[in-house]
Nanobody, 124 residues
């Protein structure tokens, strides 16, 4: 199971760190991704990470502002979000994804496990 947390309300330019706690899986063998869905929009893959930090992938709109990381000892994947913009506002979900490598172009759910969403609001 996956459990996401860390959402909240921040002004533009603010920061948040989302956490995804993984249980029942061997995180060190699992690729995890973060997705978001805003009202009226399709779900979007934001970032994902494979077995090592060098595999971290980002959608273009967040590259340079968001950082995904993993702590296998804590069974947790993080999404550090800096310089937040109003367009980043959405419900964020973590999920297991198809294996992520340095060749991965797009984060894709493997349709196995999803965490509950955590709301991110960016507003002045």
């Amino acid at each position: 199971q996956l459990q996401a947390s860390g959402g909240g309300s921040v002004p533009p330019g603010g920061s948040l760190t989302l956490s995804c706690v993984v249980s029942g899986l061997r995180l060190e063998l699992t690729s995890i991704g973060w997705f978001r869905q805003a009202p009226g929009k399709e779900r979007e893959g934001v970032s994902c990470i494979g077995k090592t930090s060098t595999t971290a992938r980002y959608v273009e709109s967040v590259r340079g502002r968001f950082t995904i990381s993993r702590d296998n000892a804590k069974n947790t994947v993080y999404l550090q979000m800096n310089s937040l913009k109003p367009e980043d506002a959405a419900v964020y979900y973590c999920a297991t994804v198809t294996p992520v490598t340095i060749m991965t172009r797009r984060c894709a759910s493997d349709n196995t496990y999803w965490g509950q969403g955590t709301q991110v609001t960016v507003s002045s």
